[in-house]
Each structure stands twice: as structure tokens, then as C-alpha cells.
């Protein structure tokens, strides 16, 4: 095996959820589609209500002062989102999004860039995508990614078939993505404390509730301005798990 074959595996998963979701999509009545649709908004919510957990579990709680656990979400996702917004993160994938429709040359009109917004951020976001990247860089096995591949395949497929090639297109950022993490692994060993992965995951259960939302045409979070958080939630913790 060579390092970063996990994220290769996740991309031709990807890309083969998508084309197999877009040539059955073509069969599927507009009412099915918005079921599965609608569908998938739940399962995302399930994976959030999962992501979310570890904000309750004991090895968090007793990694931070007491009472403390909420704030470090908190003081992340608001430092994160303030972030976020001056950097008009939402409106760069948008515009990244945008120019790759125009170079496949899809409608104006069509899902593309909501296809690539929801996909790229459902893939980037979770304790896979990272744990998995760094596991592959130290040599430690790609079981991990094999696993967030799997899901990936039968996500990309739902989406696909409603959203169309925009979310292959996700296929991009998930490479650059996880092969930031992948050379983290490789350069750096182990990075990251169970309470700091626990934080992580946190938010990024918060942002799949925002995401969820967006599918199920409640609200439209702008959930790409939210993603600094993923940084700053282990170093917020960490700050706080000195004064333990």
C-alpha cells in the first residue's frame, strides 16, 4: 500500500456513487426525488445526533474544567462563524462552485452548485476524514477511510440522483481536504488528543445539523462560514485543559 490510497479509494467512491445516483436519477420521478431528498436531511440528522455525543461522554467532560465542556462549542462555533463570514467562506464555494458548472457546461439552472456545497461539506466534515487522513500518512492502516468510503458511495448516490454532477465534483475538495491531513500524519505522527478529536466532532455534529436543515428546506445555514471552527475547537480545548 502507498500513503494516500485511503483518500484515493474515498475519491473513485465518490465519483462512482455520483454516476451510478445520476443514471438512475433519470428514472426517478421528481416526488421520488424529493423523498430521498428529504431522506437523506433525516439520516444527516441522525449522523449529527451521533457527532454530537461526545459532548456528554465522561472522557470529554473530565478533559475540561467543569462546566466548561459547552463553552469550548460554543466560543468555537462563534469565533469560528465570525471567522467564517469575514472570509466569505459561503461565498467562495459558491464561486468555486460556479466555475466548475461552467466548465462542465451545466445549466444555470441546474442543482450543480448545491450538489457541490452539500456534498463537499457532508464529506469534509467528521472525525473520518481526519482520523482517517492521519492514519493513512503514519502507515497505520486505511480501515477508517475504507469505512467513510462506503458511506460515501451510498450518500453520493442519493445525492447524485437529485443533485446531479455537482456532487462528483465534491470529489475535488475531499482530495484536498484529506490529503492535508494525510501529509499531517505522514510530517507530524499522532496530532490530535481524544478531547481535541471529541471537540472536532462536536462541531462538526452542529454543522451536519445545519446541513440537514438545508436539505429538508427548513433554513439555509450558510454551514461553509461555520467551518474555521473545526480548527479552533481542539485549540480552545486545549487552552482550557490547561487550567484543569
Not at 445520476?22 to 441522525?46: E, Y
Not at 450518500?155 to 440522483?161: K, L, N, P, Q
Amino acid at each position: 500500500m502507498f500513503v494516500g490510497l485511503g483518500t484515493f479509494v474515498n475519491i473513485v467512491a465518490i465519483l462512482g456513487g455520483s454516476t451510478i445516483g445520476i443514471l438512475a436519477g433519470s428514472r426517478i420521478t421528481r416526488k421520488s426525488q424529493s423523498l430521498i431528498t428529504d431522506v437523506l436531511g433525516l439520516i444527516t440528522a441522525l449522523g449529527a445526533a451521533s457527532a454530537l455525543s461526545p459532548l456528554w461522554s465522561s472522557t470529554f467532560e473530565s478533559a475540561l474544567p467543569k462546566g466548561s465542556s459547552l463553552l469550548v462549542i460554543l466560543a468555537s462555533m462563534l469565533i469560528g462563524g465570525l471567522i467564517g463570514s469575514a472570509m466569505s467562506l459561503e461565498n467562495r464555494l459558491d464561486a468555486f462552485g460556479e466555475n466548475l458548472r461552467k466548465r462542465f457546461r451545466a445549466s444555470q439552472e441546474s442543482s450543480f452548485v448545491e450538489g457541490f456545497v452539500s456534498a463537499s461539506l457532508l464529506f469534509v466534515i467528521g472525525p473520518l476524514a481526519i482520523l482517517g487522513s492521519v492514519s493513512d500518512g503514519m502507515s497505520q492502516g486505511i480501515d477508517q477511510l475504507i469505512l467513510k468510503s462506503s458511506l460515501d458511495f451510498f450518500a453520493a448516490m442519493a445525492f447524485a440522483s437529485t443533485l446531479g454532477w455537482g456532487v462528483a465534483a465534491s470529489a475535488i475538495p475531499v482530495a484536498l481536504y484529506q490529503g492535508f491531513w494525510t501529509i499531517i500524519g505522514l510530517a507530524l505522527g499522532s496530532v490530535l488528543a481524544p478531547y481535541q478529536i471529541d471537540a472536532m466532532t462536536i462541531c462538526g455534529g452542529l454543522m451536519l445539523v445545519g446541513i440537514a436543515l438545508r436539505l429538508l428546506d427548513i433554513k439555509k445555514i450558510p454551514v461553509a462560514n461555520l467551518l474555521p471552527a473545526l480548527v479552533l475547537a481542539p485549540a480552545i480545548a486545549t487552552l482550557l485543559h490547561s487550567f484543569r
